[in-house]
């Protein structure tokens, strides 16, 4: 689709959230995929839940899409939670992860649409290795790698 001589860009967003302990030492993954580009991230989060990372796996992948400029985004992660909760189908009781759905809520309105799907483990390899690797490094450390295929 295009408006004009502005071409709109689609991204897939897969992320993950790891944690060794829950609470314990945390990582984030997120992975954009658009056309043959694939953007990753891994994020260090300290001490946190298995469901805190989850959500700001989530949260790394929005910032990083709307920084792009993706105009549209299809989101798959692997925590039916998460994904639940980003759709408004299931109540979000914890204030915590209340307040980074709300956060997602707002990353969202950065895009013309984004859809969210659930998908089982095994479909999301690549964003869990960034989320494992994620636990390496610094809280709020991010680093970013990208490959062309």
Same mark, same amino acid.
């Given at each position: ?12 967003? $897969? ?35 298995n ?18 400029? +993706? ?11 998460v994904?639940?909760?980003l ?38 390899? $690549? ?17 970013e790698? +990208?490959?062309?295929?």
């Open positions: 689709m295009s408006r004009g001589n502005q071409r709109e860009r689609r991204c897939t967003l $897969e992320f993950d959230g790891a944690s060794s302990g829950n609470p314990g030492k945390s990582g984030a993954g997120a992975v954009l995929r658009s056309g043959n580009e694939v953007h990753r991230f891994s994020k260090g989060l300290g001490i946190q839940t469901n805190s990372a989850e959500y700001e796996a989530l949260l790394l992948g929005l910032k990083e899409a709307s920084d792009k400029g +993706y105009d549209h985004v299809e989101i798959r992660g692997d925590s039916k939670l994904c639940e909760q759709k408004g189908n299931w109540k979000v009781n914890n204030p915590n992860l209340r307040d980074l759905r709300d956060k997602a809520l707002d990353l969202k309105d950065n895009f013309k649409s984004v859809k969210v799907q659930h998908v089982p483990r095994g479909s999301n390899r $690549e964003a869990d290795a960034q989320a494992s690797w994620g636990k390496n490094l610094e809280a709020g450390q991010v680093q790698d +990208y490959y062309y295929y």
